[in-house]
């Protein structure tokens, strides 16, 4: 999930017209940390859900694909305990 999603310029200082976006970014499986506002970035798009690569890599063992992480994951149901799912 990302949060606080705006644009800076290239040193980092918020400017609604800047060429760079920011966000904070975290496993929508796991809560962990995958971006924070230091990291900036030339594009910005939404997805519904955001997996670290520890998460990815365990869907991928457990034939899981991506779609159906995605759907199981989605914002709505963040309210479940992440480790009752899987
Ligand atoms: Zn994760």
Known sequence: ????IHKVNYDGTPNTNGN???WRET???CQKLIYD???QHSDFEEADVDFCAECIR???KKHISYKEAEM????KNLNFNSDEKF
């Open 37 to 39: 506002e230091t990291t």
């Open 20 to 22: 760079w976006w920011v």
């Open 27 to 29: 496993c929508d499986r």
């Open 58 to 60: 365990y869907f991928m």
């Open 72 to 75: 199981k994951y989605t914002k």
């Open 1 to 4: 999930m990302k949060t606080n």
